[in-house]
Nanobody, 119 residues
């Protein structure tokens, strides 16, 4: 399994930007797809973006297309989420996740990092 630790969350005004990072440990990081999810208060966790093991894709939810960009650096075992033009409705706890080696499920999760966007 891959262990994941997110960082970079915080408080930002609407229209601003933040970059989240997710540091991974474990030898299989470069062999699995990784992604970002978020959960707002009172709502279910939702998919934000993902990227394949070799950087292919990437895929974003419609709600963040054109504003968020996912990338990865396999040499640094790190995945990033660059968030721009942030909206109040982007406020949530953001989680990094890694797929299992078969790519059939999100087998590893980080502890989450809070992103709060103020109006």
């Amino acid at each position: 399994q891959v262990q994941l630790v997110e960082s970079g969350g915080g408080l930002v005004q609407a229209g601003g930007s933040l970059r989240l990072s997710c540091a991974a440990s474990g030898r299989s990081f470069s062999s699995v797809g990784v992604g970002w999810f978020r959960q707002a208060p009172g709502k279910e966790r939702e998919f934000v973006a993902s990227i394949n093991k070799n950087g292919g894709g990437p895929y974003q939810a419609d709600s963040v297309k054109g504003r968020f960009t996912i990338s990865r650096d396999n040499a640094k075992n790190t995945v990033y989420l660059q968030m721009s033009s942030l909206k109040v409705e982007d406020t949530a706890v953001y989680y990094c996740a890694a797929q299992d080696l078969l790519g059939t499920s999100w087998g590893s999760w980080g502890q989450g990092t809070q992103v709060t966007v103020s109006s």
